[in-house]
């Protein structure tokens, strides 16, 4: 049993407007997710932080079960509401994820998370995620440590190398999300070339 979690419990602040209404080159970015790595997974689910009627064929909407505005708060939920060692977990505003990246995560087996590493940073939010990661992310919750990549670090984890991840993801576009218009923008025009290539 596989679980993919979209956290959409953001602010969007700096964007300006619900993160789940994105749309890049006119298709919605939930769509975009869906039509690439969503027929990897047994079960799909949407994090939220308020309560929302989103109709996407196959998802199940949860709400967030703890009040903080940390990502943290989308994977202990996600966590707590899986039965399963492989959820992976990343955030709405990332359309570029590598399909054969997360198939590669998902291979692995006996950790606590499976995590991209390069340049010194985690990328916490393009991660396969154990049940076993749940304690530790709740007892940095209850330290009032909410950096996920301070859980990781305390935690049984593979890291996916830079030299693996530029096997499935050359440009290194996975990582990429959308904060600002001229995120926005610049997103619209790699979905637009992507496109124009497979022409």
């Known amino acids: 049993m596989k679980n993919l979690f979209i956290l959409a419990g953001g602010k969007s602040s700096r964007l300006g407007f619900d993160k789940l209404n994105i749309t890049i080159c006119g298709k919605n970015i939930l769509r975009i997710l869906d039509n690439n790595i ?41 966590l707590m509401h899986s039965q399963s060692s492989k959820n992976f977990i990343c955030a709405c505003d990332m359309p570029f994820i590598s399909r054969d990246l997360v198939e590669y995560m998902l291979s692995f087996e006996g950790y606590d998370a499976v995590v991209p590493f390069y340049n010194g940073y985690f990328e916490p939010l393009c991660c396969v995620y ?12 209850n330290r009032g440590i909410l950096s996920l990549s301070f859980a990781l670090k305390n935690s049984n984890i593979k890291k996916i190398s830079l030299d693996e991840i530029l096997q499935f993801d050359n440009m290194l576009i996975s990582f990429k999300n959308i904060n600002t218009v001229q995120d926005l ?11 124009t290539r497979h022409i």
């Open 38 to 78: 969503g027929d990897l997974f047994d079960q799909k689910f949407i994090v939220v932080k308020e309560e929302k009627d989103l109709k996407l064929k196959d998802y199940e909407v949860i709400k967030d079960v703890i009040s903080v505005d940390a990502p943290l708060a989308g994977v202990i939920t996600g």
């Open 185 to 195: 923008e610049e997103t619209n025009e790699i979905f637009k070339n992507i496109i």
């Open 130 to 141: 154990s049940k076993t990661f749940l304690k530790n992310a709740i007892e940095c919750l």
